[in-house]
């Protein structure tokens, strides 16, 4: 194991003691309004501190970015980080209707139980209201340690507004996201612009600035980065963004069972709407839509099916045409590196080692 | 209507076009992200000022307890108020399963009938969906709106962090009603605390700490308060706003149809766990609460079963005891109105125009 990055490791620890530590500190008071408050305050810290902390790490490395050492102040960031990431995560899984998540039951499930347990009426719709409640709960208490970060005041308010922002734009991807999913594909492309640019406009707005961007330059406001840096920061993380989530997508489809965690081909029969997916769309024959059509999120599908689509993804120049896009990415991303100058090489190179280390899905 | 009081009509147009103002700011950002983004934008404020503002109200009362004049940025706090707001009620009526609200369908009917009509899969599921982050959205909004408002950094703050404690606590009061809702009464009571305590907390922090002192302190920051009234004022907001529900549970169970607007005894029909409920549950003889039972959240209930719950309230001593406990809560109200000085009896004036204006329900 001497390939891990030992700060990361470290700094996971420091961001799980500042969120345990957190939610410790409300639990008396939430528990004072009633016995759900305090339990609603253990499950969340139990939740968050189960993450890859990617996100958390990035604050780190954001403030890396600009100066020799991680501050203090940094890990509190990165664990408002990781609770405002939780919040989302809660809310997206009864959104998914996902059953597990971090190998034990998502919240609203595991709020269901509870309610089964207790007999209430309807279990299942009380644990997804459960479930609302403490995902908007988890969001107000990030805030209020982002607002109260060891930091100057003009610091702070910074910080908070740049976080609310880049989350209006994450909750509106998201829509689009459920929407995307629900709808069937021709309604969706005739919304103007093709599939592949909604798709990859989810992808800037989730991965690059959120999951990239946002945590960066958190760090980087921190270490009270100068302010010409932090135009190239953000383009770093869009950049970076969407191209690891591209490459996760192709790993999806391309990358072998050992390497993704799943069988070949799930994503295809889940019907997973990937930008490989709507790009084929707008180049392959109407012949080979109309297999695709029965192939793409049938569970049934064979593994021949599942080779036949793979190979369309090759021979309409689909995958070319990503990794091409993928090329112009990582030039984009290097030039954003040049311009951060010294803390940016490093940089780079941490965010590196943790994608590697965190080398299955991010979320 | 010369009794209207002015200013607070003319402060909800105010409101309303700062509300309005800043949601159209962002329409177009949200838009190129995807066109539910534009229409979200939107559908907020639609929503948002069609409320009755009683909470932006206060922000402005806040702000006459220290000045003489509401503050200009008075209003884009109250806007942020107010859409906090409208983010809790369109969350909470996916929880409750409202289907009004505001008198036209509840946001989440809202998109389930935009999903039929572009004939998704699970239209009410994709309605409940996007509602959750549509309310998510509201909040990251009015979170950036206190970050910025047009304050000293240091209040800024203080006021991001004050509405984020305060909304946490709402969170977990929200999670406690929606769960007593759905228990069983003895399962409830067994919990720890009489059932009555249990619904006094959920009182004073969803409509005490919450509805009034919140606002009320947010405009008090914003006109540069004295520190020491804060804490005055946050015990005014606590009492008025436990006296108001329980004049409102009280309207709701005694007032004539007119005055409610709703049939005599649709609280009872529809099981509405009152404090007058769980105080009633600790008074009651056994053979009275098997009576109530059968009648208690009973659609087919009679008039006649409504007289006999209305006039057990009286029999059990149930009425006498919370109209104590109203008489109480007038007394702490004046003392805290006396320790504010001079703009506390203005501010008392204004609130009690306020809420008599806005005679029916303030959700």
Redesign the interface.
């Known amino acids: 194991m001497s390939d891990i990055p030992i700060e990361f490791e470290s700094w996971k620890k420091r961001i799980s003691t500042e969120l345990a530590r957190e939610l410790a500190l409300?639990g008396e008071?939430?528990g004072?309004?009633?016995?759900?408050?305090l339990d609603?305050s253990s499950r969340i810290s139990r939740f968050a501190v189960g993450g890859k902390m990617v996100r958390g790490g990035l604050v780190c490395v954001g403030t890396l970015l600009a100066r020799a050492d991680v501050p203090e102040s940094a890990f509190r960031a990165a664990a408002a980080v990781e609770l405002l990431h939780s919040a989302?995560l809660v809310?997206d899984d009864?959104?998914d209707?996902d059953a597990l998540r971090r190998g034990t039951p998502s919240i609203h499930r595991q709020y269901a139980e509870m309610?089964r347990l207790?007999?209430?009426?309807?279990p299942d719709?009380?644990g997804e209201?459960?479930a609302?409640?403490?995902?908007?709960?988890a969001?107000?208490?990030a805030?209020?340690i982002l607002?109260?970060l060891d930091a100057?005041?003009?610091l702070?308010?910074h910080i908070?507004?740049l976080a609310?922002?880049e989350?209006?734009?994450v909750?509106?991807?998201?829509?689009?996201d459920?929407?995307r999913g629900?709808?069937?594909f021709d309604?969706d492309s005739n919304?103007?612009g093709t599939g592949s640019d909604?798709a990859l406009?989810?992808y800037l707005?989730k991965t690059g600035r959120y999951t990239f961007s946002l945590p960066l330059m958190i760090g980087s406001l921190l270490a009270a980065a100068d302010d010409g840096l932090v135009p190239s920061i953000r383009e770093l993380g869009e950049s970076m963004g969407i191209l690891y989530q591209i490459k996760d997508d192709e790993i999806g489809l391309f990358g072998d069972s050992e390497e993704t965690g799943k069988p070949t081909g799930s994503d295809i029969r889940e019907g997973k709407k990937t930008v490989f997916i709507t790009e084929l769309l707008s180049r392959a024959s109407d012949a080979d839509l109309s297999r695709f059509d029965s192939i793409f999120g049938n569970q049934e599908a064979t593994g021949d099916d599942i080779a036949w689509v793979l190979e369309l993804i090759e021979r309409s120049g689909t995958r070319g045409a990503i990794e091409n896009l993928g090329a112009e990415l990582g030039v984009a991303a290097s030039r954003s590196i040049d311009s951060i100058g010294s803390g940016g090489r490093n940089g780079i190179r941490l965010i590196a080692e943790m994608l590697t280390y965190n080398s299955s899905r991010i979320r």
Chains 1, 2 share one sequence.
Do not use: K, T, W
């Not at 909750?171 to 689009?176: F, N, P, R, S």
């Open positions: 409300r008071s939430f004072a309004i009633h016995r759900l408050g609603a989302l809310h009864i959104m209707r309610g207790d007999e209430v009426n309807e719709h009380i209201s459960l609302v409640c403490l995902g908007d709960v969001f107000f208490v805030f209020e607002s109260s100057p005041d003009h702070r308010n908070v507004g609310a922002r989350l209006q734009f909750g509106v991807a998201q829509m689009a459920v929407y629900a709808l069937r309604l919304s103007g909604d406009r989810v707005y």
